[in-house]
């Protein structure tokens, strides 16, 4: 029975209504619902982001039974399990989208009625909240069969993913990546490297078959692939005035997260590079009269997007980079599909929020120069405490330093009772005047 | 007063409404205070429409604080850091950090020539470091937030109030009255809590001197004598503190 609603559901209806969706959307940009006055039409790309992500979670709607499923952390090294043929799904990224769609007070107040604390990530709320309601704006999340958390980027996930354990009664792989200050030493990259190998058997018994290293290879081609393209992407950033902004970046990132190492995500993003380099040739900006360019630190405030975008770019202020999104630009250069397991475990190691705030500070730095910025928001959100620790700080050293106007904006990525409207618009519009857009 | 040139400032704030009439020659001409009024967009309409009868139809409004988008006469809002900077600027001439203890936010900002504005902070997530703080323990205490100020500052005996918490600091106040603390002592605790919590977040700011003081709590005796102590620096006071955010946001009107 499974197999034939995965077959009809998903591999045949399913993808052929959201192939005929994505084509309707892409004929039609009508259905842009932001002031198209202040910010450029949605980019063509969108109609396809949608198809790809509908997709994905259509899939995990049907397919239990059908293949093994993995529920993995937004830095775990993913290629392996990918190569083995699971069906992956990032907890993370869910509860993103359950804070686009407004959904995350409800799904956290269940969560903390049963005893789960308000001060715990709100990803982590919403997501054991989907879970203990059965409530997902996707429909149905699939069960897994195997857990992968990576704490690269944070501590919380260790605790989140053994109660998921608890839960699911299914085993919890955990890949410890020691922090790293200076440079990952050569026993920090032994460690992970014994950690992911250790992490491939089990995998291969959930999957019930051995790992193909020509497969990993190629995944991993794949994988560094679309993240050269999407840095390539962000680095677009840098023309004056720039045809891209963060809410474009949040909006188009969903793949290279969740969709590393295949095929489609490559064409994808050399679909994305070749339409923000024609906006470029026509001359075409994200915000339509770009006066101030500024940098935006920590994850997005996901259920105010439209609102950000629109009142600073009433002001002409364009936010071009982040170090959010360049996170996943970051590591190409570390991807060798050579030495698949040893790649891994440099590229597993290094993310940012695996390393110490002062390199963080000396990446700011480094984007205010090249993307040639007036400003910086540093979001302290405040559900994430390994991105917000430090950031009083660096605000202080960004304005000392480099003389740049830096505004420290109080939010939460995922919960909206962490968010005071006015009070954020208010210093939205001080910090403004301060930059005289 | 007609044919010269005039403008108006407002600051609506969450406690009080200030409106400043200021000539061409960047005097005040005139002024009104009151508390907030519920009905703001009349409350607003009232006191504007008495500041044109003084000087002539056509003089410019400029909105500022929380109220400002309910200004329905305002010609442009501007936001009360760049207001406050401004109008403190005006009054005292100086570049410095300039504090702002408002009834429901309190601000830092740093203040460069002409009264632009270098960097700020504010805090308006807690009610512990702003005017609320104090107002909520007069309550408890049974003074006004006038006598409150001028308690604190006549008197050298203090205990130390711990909660930063304005709701947890009124328990620590029943407890202080249970134990028969003296009322002036646990006056001047409260006081220097609300300083210490405004210079901590003072701090993560470059505090340049001199150090300038605006807002209503400006006016109070105690506020300044604990905030000089706690930064150890003289502290200016504009002639009129309540109303610097009115005269900086008048003083932009004079500009359009």
């Known amino acids: ?279 470029i040739r026509k001359g075409m900006s994200a915000v339509r009269n770009e006066k101030k360019r500024v940098l935006w630190d920590n994850l997005p405030i996901w259920y105010r997007l439209r609102a950000l975008a629109e009142r600073l770019a009433a002001r002409g202020i364009a936010i071009v980079a982040s170090t959010y999104t360049n996170a996943w630009a970051q590591l190409s250069d570390l991807m060798d599909p050579s030495r698949p397991v040893e790649s891994m475990a440099r590229v597993y190691l290094s993310p940012i929020l695996n390393r110490g705030a002062g390199y963080k500070l000396s990446l700011m730095k480094e984007m205010v120069r090249e993307y040639s910025l007036n400003g910086v928001i540093l979001h302290s959100d405040r559900s994430c405490k390994p991105y917000s620790i430090g950031q009083v700080d660096q605000r202080k050293l960004l304005t000392r330093e480099l003389g740049v106007p830096a505004l420290l904006l109080e939010a939460d990525h995922a919960d909206p009772r962490s968010f005071s409207e006015e009070q954020v618009f208010s210093r939205l519009d001080s910090f403004a005047e301060m930059l005289g857009a | 007063m007609r044919g010269e040139k005039f403008a108006i400032g407002i600051d609506v704030g969450s406690t009080a409404v200030k409106l400043v009439l200021i000539s061409g020659d960047r005097k005040v001409a005139h002024f009104a205070v009151e508390p907030t009024d519920p009905r703001i967009s009349e409350q607003a309409s009232r006191l504007i429409r008495e500041a044109r009868e003084k000087a002539g139809e056509e003089v410019p409004v400029v909105a500022t604080g929380y109220g400002r988008k309910l200004v329905r006469e305002k010609a442009r809002e501007v936001t009360e850091i760049s207001c406050h900077a401004r109008g403190a600027f005006h009054f005292l001439g100086r570049e410095g950090t300039l504090i702002d203890i408002g009834g429901q936010d309190s601000k830092v900002i740093s203040v460069g020539e002409g009264g632009t504005v270098l960097d700020f902070v504010m805090n308006d997530k807690c009610a512990a470091g702003t005017g609320k703080f104090l107002e909520n323990a007069a309550v408890r205490l049974r003074l006004s937030v006038e006598e409150m100020g001028d308690i604190a500052a006549g008197t050298r005996e203090e205990v130390s109030i711990s909660s930063t918490c304005t709701v947890f600091a009124e328990s620590e106040i029943v407890s202080l009255i249970a134990q028969g603390t003296d009322v002036p002592s646990i006056v001047r605790g409260l006081h220097r809590a609300l300083v210490k919590r405004v210079v901590a977040m003072a701090r993560t700011l470059t505090v340049a001197p001199p150090v300038m003081l605006s807002g209503g709590v400006a006016k109070n005796r105690g506020i300044q004598q604990i905030l000089s102590e706690e930064v150890g620096l003289e502290v200016l006071i504009p002639e009129d503190p309540q109303i610097t955010g009115a005269v900086g946001a008048a003083l932009f009107g004079l500009d359009t």
Request: hydrophobic content about 40%; charged content about 25%.
């Open chain 1, 1 to 279: 029975m499974s197999v034939l609603s995965y077959i009809v559901s998903y591999s045949i209806a399913g993808k052929l209504l959201l192939r005929a969706r994505r084509l309707r959307d892409s004929r039609s940009l009508s259905r842009a619902r932001w002031d198209t006055s202040l910010i450029a039409p949605p980019l063509k790309i969108s109609a396809w982001t949608k198809e790809l992500i509908s997709r994905h979670y259509l899939k995990g709607r049907y397919v239990e039974g059908i293949k093994p499923v993995a529920w993995v952390t937004s830095g775990a090294p993913v290629e392996f399990l990918t190569a083995l043929g699971l069906c992956v799904l990032y907890p993370e990224n869910h509860a993103a989208l359950c804070g686009t769609r407004r959904v995350v007070e409800e799904l956290s107040e269940a969560a903390e009625s049963k005893g789960y604390s308000r001060d715990l990530c709100s990803y982590a709320r919403a997501d054991i909240g989907a879970l203990l309601t059965g409530k997902t704006p996707v429909g149905k999340l699939p069960r897994p069969d195997l857990l992968v958390a990576c704490t690269n980027i944070c501590q919380t996930v260790l605790y989140w993913y053994r109660v998921l354990a608890e839960h699911f009664r299914v085993p919890l792989v955990v890949i410890d990546t020691p922090f790293i200050y200076e440079e990952a030493t050569p026993q920090a990259v032994e460690y992970v490297k014994i950690q992911i190998e250790q992490a491939i058997t089990t995998a291969e018994k959930v999957a019930g078959r051995k790992l193909s290293w020509s497969r990993l290879t190629r995944t991993l081609e794949l994988s560094r692939e679309a993240v050269v393209l999407w840095g390539e992407v962000l680095s677009r950033g840098r023309h004056v005035p720039s045809p891209i902004s963060v809410f474009d970046q949040f909006i188009h990132m969903a793949p290279v997260v969740e969709m590393r190492g295949e095929e489609e995500t490559v064409r994808f993003y050399r679909a994305l590079l070749d339409e923000v380099e024609q906006r």
